[in-house]
């Protein structure tokens, strides 16, 4: 066999494994996708309808692709789906908190642009700040997966997220807020019907529910990407620190340890927590 033909013979299987990986995927995305385009009342209110739906997942497929992201566009579907039900009357934006390179910042923004909101990304453009020593690792129980964090981690230039937004989303719809959250946040006056944390630490999670949660509107949803790592979904429940912070009771959070359903088996790593209407 010729050394070109044996080479790419020895490349075949692992190309194979790879392409029935991402067509086993599709498969299991199916229910998730059909559901957000056929339910009549995703988008109704906006005339957003089944073909649109089609159209936005497809794009958020590709863009999945063309900007690195730490979160999958099924994730980005649900938020989407959410957005979509939303009725025009609510007042308030959509924020996100943690943006990378804007691989969910491109999608959002798409969606932001049909329902007529804002979105307002918030990032230190310098990646994560210094961890403590019990942050500098998460573990995922339903997964049996370690992650460390460093300082710098997810790093990303302000110039190389605006130049996404201009390609793949709506960069006329954003708004930036810029610098470590328990310094930017404080400075954040807005009312928001839908916020995205990607925050990846507790300690910067806090100013993030500290300054976001009471202008977050009433029914309101607050997703955060990293809803397998216990030990950041568990100030969700902390009694003492919502009564001491923000005098209300902890309001609980869907998909703690395992993630929304949206993928059989696998599950996802998006959760959120909802603020009662009453």
Known sequence: ?????????????????????????????????????????????????????????LRFRRNRKRVQTESQWQEHVELAATLLRIPPTAHGDVIECGCFKGGSSVNLSTVCSLVGRRLVICDSFEGLPEPTSEERMHYSPFTGHYDHYERGRFSASLEEVEGNLTRYGRRDVCDFVIGYFDESLPQVNGSYVMAFFDADLVESLKPCLLHIWPNLSKGGRMYVHEARSLSLVSVFFDREWWHSSLLVEPPGFVGAGTGLPLLPVVGSELGFAAKADA
Not at 7 to 19: D, E, F, S, V, Y
Not at 27 to 55: H, M, N
């Open 1 to 57: 066999m010729p050394w070109t033909r044996q080479k790419a013979a020895t490349r075949q299987p692992g190309a194979l494994r790879r392409i029935c990986r991402r067509l086993a995927k599709d498969v299991l995305s199916a229910p998730l996708v059909i559901g957000f385009i056929t339910d009549a009342e995703i988008g109704r209110q906006y005339g957003v309808g089944a073909s649109k739906k089609l159209a936005l997942v």
